[in-house]
């Protein structure tokens, strides 16, 4: 399977660029780095996702590393709202199905 | 609207009781997920179904079952055998195969206490 790993907690200045890694060492060729954002007892709300690429929207930026083993996902200017925990997610497609494995998730912190 | 649709929000259930937790999605999604999520943990995949009649275990699948007789509905039913059901499920649905990079839903989630 497809595994994920994230530190598990990180802090950020309020309007500093907050930068939180991923290692998806496993991730196979075709398989889509998604990010995603969960503020307590909340759904999972959706930021962005990539295959190789880097890839920019609204609300962040991805960078995913040339090996495709590793990732980070930007947040250009981190405010208190952006307060959360961060999955990044790899698509498993390992038995034909499509399981959605989930790393540890990082606990942003933001502070004024 | 299109979305998916958890209910209900908070549930009560006594030792020894089957509760089903509701997961309605009109968004023609193929996939379906429930995942369990402890106070401070991350989430953690009970089943899932990527078709109409046919579902999966995930990884603690023990205590769970689920039907999906509809395209649009993937109930999950807490059973009695479930000995610390106290937690926060979330229903989650996505389509195509996972390497058309489409994006992958939540609800709202179910909060389930045992009392």
């Known amino acids: 399977d497809a595994k994920t790993t994230q530190p598990p907690s990180m802090d950020c200045a309020e309007g500093r660029a907050a930068n939180l890694p991923c290692n998806h060492s496993t991730i196979s060729g075709n398989e889509y780095v998604y990010w995603y954002r969960q503020i307590h007892s909340q759904g999972p709300q959706y930021i962005i996702h990539?295959?190789?690429n880097n890839e920019t929207n609204e609300m962040a930026s991805l960078i995913i590393t040339e090996d495709r083993k590793s990732s980070t996902l930007i947040l250009p200017h981190a405010t208190l709202r952006d307060t959360a925990v961060y999955y990044c997610?790899?698509?498993?497609?390992?038995?034909?199905?499509?399981?959605?494995?989930f790393g540890t998730g990082t606990r942003l912190l933001v502070s004024p | 609207d299109g979305g998916i649709t958890q209910s209900p929000k908070y549930l009560f259930r006594k030792e020894g009781q089957n509760v089903t937790l509701s997961c309605e999605q009109n968004?023609?999604?193929?996939?379906m997920y429930w995942y369990r999520q402890d106070p401070g943990q991350g989430l953690r995949l009970i089943y899932y179904?990527?078709?109409?009649?046919?579902?999966q275990k995930g990884d603690i699948a023990e205590g769970y079952s689920v039907s999906r007789e509809k395209k649009e509905s993937f109930p999950l039913t807490v059973t009695s055998a479930q000995k610390n059901p106290t937690a926060f499920y979330l229903c989650a649905t996505t389509w195509g195969p996972s390497n058309s990079g489409n994006t992958i839903y939540f609800g709202e989630g179910s909060w389930l206490t045992v009392v």
């Open positions: 997610i790899v698509r498993d497609s390992g038995l034909g199905f499509q399981k959605l494995v």
């Open positions: 179904s990527q078709i109409v009649n046919d579902f």
């Open positions: 990539g295959l190789k």
């Open positions: 968004l023609n999604h193929d996939a």
